[in-house]
């Protein structure tokens, strides 16, 4: 089955500067990927998501890449201020939309 | 309602007894979803709906664990004889479409604990 890799696990950054979370997939034949936030104690909230037909994508400070050849996406966050801190899960699917296949998250820390 | 609703919040159970979870998705919301997330883990697939039809049950661990949904809205998930790795928080999803695309909107989840 598919198997999604995340890293880091961990991400401590300053306010204002930018975080990168990397994900990379197994199966060839996934073609939708989001990116989930998740606060403590909620449940996961969908934030932005890109599939196989699109190298990049952007909404506002956030923005995803794609890089089909090599399995493996990208989180971009910029100007990040405190409220960004989360959990942040990656995930990959062949049938859009259900039996997603998650990552194992990263915990974005953002100081001011 | 205006989001997934999930009851009981918090559920602490012996070894060895039955436990049910249920799931009020979105009105109107075609295909539900069942997750496991175990501590510091992502969510792990259980089970799939659309409708009142179970399409996937594929990531079910085992016979003890059961899910239904008769009228196609309100769903539960039923554990038979918990066992202590049954420990976790099971997140239920709902979507509006009934395949490809569609945003998976999550409730808070059940967490469960078993002593």
């Known amino acids: 089955g598919e198997n999604v890799e995340q890293h880091p696990s961990t991400l401590s950054v300053q306010e204002g500067d930018s975080a990168v979370i990397k994900c990379t997939y197994s199966?060839?034949?996934?073609?939708?990927f989001p990116w989930y936030k998740q606060e403590l104690g909620k449940g996961p909230q969908l934030i932005i998501d890109i599939r196989s037909n699109v190298g990049e994508k952007k909404d506002q400070r956030i923005a995803v890449t794609l890089n089909k050849t090599a399995k493996h996406f990208s989180l971009h966050i910029t100007e990040t201020q405190p409220e960004d801190s989360a959990v942040y899960f990656c995930a990959a699917s062949k049938n859009s939309g259900y039996a997603l296949n998650f990552g194992k998250g990263t915990s974005l820390l953002v100081t001011p | 309602g205006a989001g997934v609703s999930q009851s009981p919040r918090y559920k602490v159970a012996k070894r060895g007894q039955d436990v049910a979870l249920r799931c009020d998705p979105i009105s109107g919301h075609v295909s539900l979803f069942w997750y496991q997330q175990a501590l510091g883990q992502g969510p792990e697939f259980l089970t799939y709906?659309?409708?009142?039809?179970?399409?996937?049950k594929s990531g079910l661990p085992s016979d003890r664990f059961f899910a239904e949904r008769p009228e196609g809205s309100v769903s539960t998930l039923k554990i038979q004889r918990t066992q202590q790795e049954d420990s976790a928080v099971y997140l239920c999803?709902?979507?509006?479409?009934?395949?490809?695309?569609?945003?998976?909107?999550f409730g808070e989840g059940s967490r469960l604990t078993v002593l």
């Open positions: 199966d060839s034949a996934s073609n939708y």
């Open positions: 709906f659309q409708n009142e039809a179970q399409l996937d």
């Open positions: 999803a709902s979507s509006l479409y009934g395949s490809n695309t569609g945003e998976l909107f």
